[in-house]
């Protein structure tokens, strides 16, 4: 629980869990130590299949006594079976978040899974053929989602927690090739009408760990990148004084 009034965040994505494969979350144990609240940024599993769900749910539950607050990403939706995804992980008492929000020891969590679609001068525009349109439509949808999430918000520290990365900088690193596909700038649009404390999304592998939207900080906490910054707790810790 928190202490001296503060409240310590910890964020990850990309678990990619895999059935069978514990070994690869041992670490888990270890966050409680650190963190009041723990983040989970999308593609908890590896093949979005129900059992790997309730798997990785039997972990969080058994390894954590911190409440936990998720979005789902590209992964958890391969083998059409997110709602069931979600539903596993909420038998367990995480939040999931869908363009919906949650508050958990005085902070706000607002949620979306994100989409791709480019960045700046570079993002896809709705012109042409009708499939682009649609492909266009996914992101702006999402962004809406977030903007109506965010405007629900009434607490003094406000997380926005995605998949998709909102900006260019924390992609960096990856090829330059696959950045439409790694995140969208429309995702970052809310953020100027309806500030933040703070932005993590996963998604970008070999990305940056962290740049701005505006004023706006941004985490990628995918756990790749996590791990090669600390490997043994991989997660970005943020400390929230509530006091």
């Known amino acids: 629980m928190p202490t001296n009034g503060q409240v310590r965040l910890a964020a990850v994505g990309d678990l990619h869990y895999k059935k069978g494969a514990q070994a690869s979350v041992s670490w888990l144990g270890l966050v409680a130590d650190s963190a009041d609240i723990l983040l989970l940024c999308g593609d908890l599993t ?3 299949r129900v059992e790997e769900a309730r798997e990785l749910a039997r972990e969080l539950s058994t390894s954590l006594p911190i409440p936990i607050v998720a979005v789902l990403g590209n992964h958890d939706f391969e083998s059409d079976q ?10 367990v008492g995480v939040h999931v978040l869908d363009g919906d929000t949650c508050e958990v020891l005085g902070v706000g969590f607002a949620g979306i899974k994100g989409f791709a679609g480019g960045f700046g001068r570079g993002a896809l525009g709705p012109w042409g053929e009708p499939v682009i349109k649609q492909f266009v439509q996914e992101a702006i949808a999402e962004a809406l989602k ?3 999430a965010l405007a629900r918000l009434r607490t003094p520290y406000k997380i926005a927690l995605m998949h998709y990365s909102p900006i260019v900088e924390t992609v960096a690193g990856e090829p330059p090739e696959i950045f439409p596909y790694l995140g969208c700038s429309r995702l970052a649009e809310p953020l100027a009408r309806y500030p933040v404390t703070a932005v993590f999304h996963g998604h970008a592998h070999g990305g940056t760990a962290e740049g701005m939207a505006g004023t706006i900080p941004v985490y990628n906490v995918s756990l790749p990148l996590m791990s090669r910054h600390s ?4 997660v970005r810790i943020l400390t929230l004084d509530t006091a």
């Open 46 to 48: 590896d093949y979005g």
């Open 82 to 91: 997110s709602q069931e995804v979600a539903a596993a992980l909420g038998d």
């Open 146 to 148: 977030l903007e109506s």
């Open 231 to 234: 490997p043994t707790l991989p």
